[in-house]
């Protein structure tokens, strides 16, 4: 994203230098373009920064890069911007709004030059100590030398192409698409626009409406311009030429339109999985099948601040719907094709749109709030877009409405969908915030034709006590609403309509199944002692106050993970250390003096943070995650150890650092506790310990062990790295077992190490599955982490055992060829035991 790439090291005694700014979609655009201004300077100390491309090799702007490297750029002399085109140009004066420091924005000019001839004469004039002004007088008259060269004689005076504007030049085209100028061809048509440097205004001749302007997507989308019209393309400014003969040939090609693109626009294809219904949450359902249903935003529930205060939630609220759709822009260009990740551009349009957002901000800056200022300029763009006469294009009037809407769910942070009647719930998948938000007096269980049992929505379904059966296909989606489901979310079974025998028989286990859970409750408080004595810990994994309220009363011998990413999700800042504080306190409180282990943010992957920047990854699985990303964030991380050191100091706890792969990462990350400790050092009493997540760091625990109290083995993330099968991937699901033999491998190697030393836990998902259960403690591991409903269950469970047992049927395991023969195996052993 952003990155320094210039010296500015003046010399003792030195007039500060104007600092530069280099803004262009393409990073190795900018680095070379900076590469090229170096070599003019001579050495000369300079800064210049770069904010380009949304990561090495993936085209865009961000406004908060922006922002940061005008801040790296800035000093006393000031600096100047220098912007490739279209959205470079937008993302920076939002960058400008997004200054904290407003004597930081008095001293920062937009320069209109071309970029690189720009940059070149900024980077000399700068480097020669001239004022910001020079330096931007310099870079807009950095094409004079250029257009006087190439002028013909019989030009005349040739005029200043970078300040003079040509005479208006006009043609027109007939529109080709067989659905007219809809939502793609017009996002197309509005990005070349963008991409030059002239006015130009499009009328319909063929219905004789008024010139819009060919930049805005929402006026352009007005002309309702159908198949057969003819449209009029008036340009004027240096570019003007060009942008009326692109326009014409683009118009020519259908700009862009693939034919079966322009007969069917393409939903989504949900990938098929290849098995059936796997188990993801114990327990039975029975009910009435339920779709979540859309819900409005409350528009009423604004508290509103001055309007800087507005406009800025606005600016950001954009931004971090901006980088979802890229995000889900390149996963689409990816796993379903180019041509169809094409949609998302039209909605990216309309989030860049000039015209819109002059509107917003028009709206705010006559004291109405964020809301009603986006929801308010959102309708009058939905009401064009809906009074089009053409019905193709008036059915995009709801692509305006889903884009716009992401905006005001961002803005008040409320879901778009809910339950709103009793029943199971079917749906193709659930982000981690509507499994967290589900209504338990409605969800008595859920069906997803999608995800699989390690996923995030899985793993909070389990903490809140919600039956669930993944990956169940598609046609799931198809069965009407009302239809009596019967689902077990412990064996995966799941069926619609049946017969009046079938729903009596769940009904009976329902109620067994209730008894049993009494049974093992009452037995919770009591410690996890096998038959032959061994204790075994059973801790809960927590995500929230009131999972440890809950895990305190199923008996939980204390908390051997709390996942602290939840309180950083679905929110439009990071919780400032004294919310932490709060947070981690409240928890450990309601833990009631028994050990809590927080982990560091463990975002990245499949938890994205909206406002944390993050490189658009092809493997977010495998690029910047946990630890990686919090090494990134040194800041975030360093005020997320002070709470966690805080919480220390009144209650017995743990710190466990997520997705380490080499012990440098652990070296660095107690470093950085360090120095949040602050001079009271380390609180005494402070455990420090890693996840045992990736194979690498399994296979070498040896060089860990110095860094380390403890380690706590991440059966998810270790399975899906060691067996390659991505988690919350329904058609690898059946795949990413974690009683493969090649896992426990891996888990045997760091019990034996850690054996007499350190202790190893295990709080990934198997440490609840019954017949993972004999295997992991047979392979040394003494503590157990679950969802807190597990708890009592997985007590129970250790007490059956008889650990020697467990051991050989351990040892056994390891030379099986798959997890499906350590299965039947550890059932085996549980059948001959009398479980
Ligand atoms: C794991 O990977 O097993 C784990 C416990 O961490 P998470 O599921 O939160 O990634
Ligand atoms: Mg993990």
């Not at 590469?35 to 090495?56: C, W």
């Not at 359902?285 to 529930?301: C, E, H, N, Q, S």
Request: hydrophobic fraction near 45%.
């Amino acid at each position: 994203m952003a990155e320094s790439v210039g010296e500015n090291s003046p010399t003792a005694g030195a007039e500060p230098r104007v600092g530069l700014v280099v803004v262009s979609h393409s990073r190795t655009l900018a680095s070379s373009a900076v590469a090229l201004a170096a070599e003019m300077v001579h050495g000369r100390p300079l800064r210049i920064e770069v904010a380009a491309g949304l990561d090495d090799t993936t085209f865009g702007t961000d406004a908060v890069a922006i922002m940061e490297a005008i801040e790296r750029a800035d000093g006393p002399a000031g600096v100047v911007v220098l912007m490739d085109l279209g959205s470079a140009v937008l993302s920076t004066e939002l960058a400008l709004d997004l200054l904290q420091d407003p004597s930081v924005r008095d001293r920062v000019t937009l320069s209109p030059a071309p970029l690189v001839e720009g940059l070149i004469v900024a980077a000399v004039s700068a480097a020669g100590g001239a004022s910001r002004d020079e330096v931007a007088a310099e870079a807009r008259d950095s094409l004079m030398g250029k257009s006087g060269h190439l002028s013909t004689p019989d030009a005349g005076t040739a005029p200043d192409a970078g300040t003079v504007t040509a005479d208006e030049v006009v043609g027109v085209f007939t529109v080709e698409n067989p659905h007219g100028l809809h939502a793609r061809p017009a996002a197309r048509l509005v990005s070349e626009v963008r991409a030059l440097d002239a006015s130009v205004q499009l009328r319909n001749l063929t219905t004789g409406g008024s010139p819009v302007p060919a930049r805005s997507l929402s006026r352009v989308a007005t002309l309702a311009a159908l198949r057969g019209h003819e449209v009029e393309v008036r340009a004027s400014g240096p570019q003007a030429n060009e942008a009326v003969e692109h326009l014409l040939t683009l118009a020519a090609r259908r700009f862009d339109e693939t034919i079966q693109e322009a007969a069917e626009p393409p939903a989504r294809a949900p990938a098929t999985p290849t098995h059936g219904p796997l188990p993801a949450s114990p327990g039975i359902a029975i009910g009435p099948l339920r779709r979540l249903t859309a819900v409005p935003v409350d528009l009423d529930r604004e508290t509103v601040e001055e309007p800087a205060v507005e406009w800025r939630r606005i600016v950001e609220s954009v931004a971090a719907v901006r980088r979802d759709i890229e995000h889900v822009r390149v996963v689409t260009a990816r796993e379903v094709g180019a041509e169809q990740a094409g949609i998302f551009d039209a909605h990216l349009s309309l989030l860049t749109d000039e015209e819109m957002l002059a509107d917003v901000k028009a709206r705010t800056s006559t004291g109405i709030g964020a809301v009603a200022a986006w929801a308010g300029s959102l309708a009058d763009v939905e009401r064009e877009w809906a009074s089009l006469p053409d019905p193709y294009l008036r059915e995009r009037a709801a692509d305006v409405h889903a884009v716009g809407d992401q905006v005001l769910r961002a803005l008040t942070g409320e879901p778009a969908r809910r339950m709103t009647a009793q029943g199971v719930l079917v749906a193709s998948d659930l982000t981690p915030a509507e499994t967290a938000g589900l209504d338990l007096d409605l969800v008595t269980g859920v069906v997803l034709a999608l995800g699989s049992p390690t996923s995030h929505a899985a793993i909070l379904a389990r903490a809140r006590d919600i039956p669930v059966v993944v990956g169940a296909g598609p046609e799931v989606l198809s069965i009407p609403e009302g239809t009596t489901v019967l689902l077990d979310g412990g064996s995966g079974e799941l069926q619609f309509d049946p017969s009046p025998e079938l729903l009596e028989d769940y009904q009976r286990r329902s109620a067994n199944a209730a008894e049993q859970r009494a049974r093992q409750l009452a037995l919770a408080e009591q410690p996890a002692v096998s038959r032959d004595g061994v204790h075994v810990a059973v801790a809960a994994n927590l995500g929230s106050v009131a999972d440890a309220r809950a895990a305190l009363s199923a008996g939980a011998d204390g908390a051997g993970l709390v996942r602290t990413e939840f309180l950083f999700l679905d929110r439009s800042v990071a919780p400032d250390v004294e919310e932490q504080k709060a947070e981690y306190a409240a928890i450990a409180e309601a833990m009631g003096g028994r050990r809590v282990t927080l982990r560091t943010l463990d975002v990245g992957g499949d938890k994205p943070l909206s406002y944390l920047r993050m490189p658009q990854e092809v493997n977010p699985f495998l690029g910047q995650r946990g630890i990686r990303l919090s090494l990134e964030h040194r800041d975030l991380l360093r005020e997320q150890m002070a709470a966690i050191c805080h919480t220390a100091r009144s209650y017995p706890t743990s710190v466990m650092i997520p997705m380490v792969s080499t012990p440098e990462e652990m070296i660095e990350a107690r470093q950085v506790l360090l120095e949040a400790a602050g001079h009271s050092g380390l609180p005494e009493g402070l455990h420090i310990g890693t996840m045992i997540e990736v194979p690498a760091a399994a296979l070498k625990i040896e060089a860990f062990l110095p860094y380390v109290d403890f380690v706590s083995i991440g059966t998810n993330d270790l399975t899906q790295y060691a067996l390659a099968a991505e988690r919350g991937n329904a058609a690898v699901a059946g795949l990413a077992d974690a009683l493969d033999p090649g896992v426990l491998q891996l888990i045997a190697h760091v019990c034996h190490a850690a054996r007499g030393r350190i202790d190893v836990a295990v709080c990934g998902e198997a440490a609840s599955d019954e017949l993972a259960i004999p295997v992991l403690v047979g392979l040394g591991v003494r503590e157990l982490s679950v969802s807190p409903p597990a708890v009592p269950r997985v007590k129970a469970a250790v007490r059956e055992l008889d650990v020697e047992r467990c051991a050989e049927l351990a040892q056994q395991a390891l030379t099986l060829p798959g997890a499906a023969d350590v299965r039947k195996l550890s059932l085996a052993m549980l059948s001959e035991d009398g479980h």
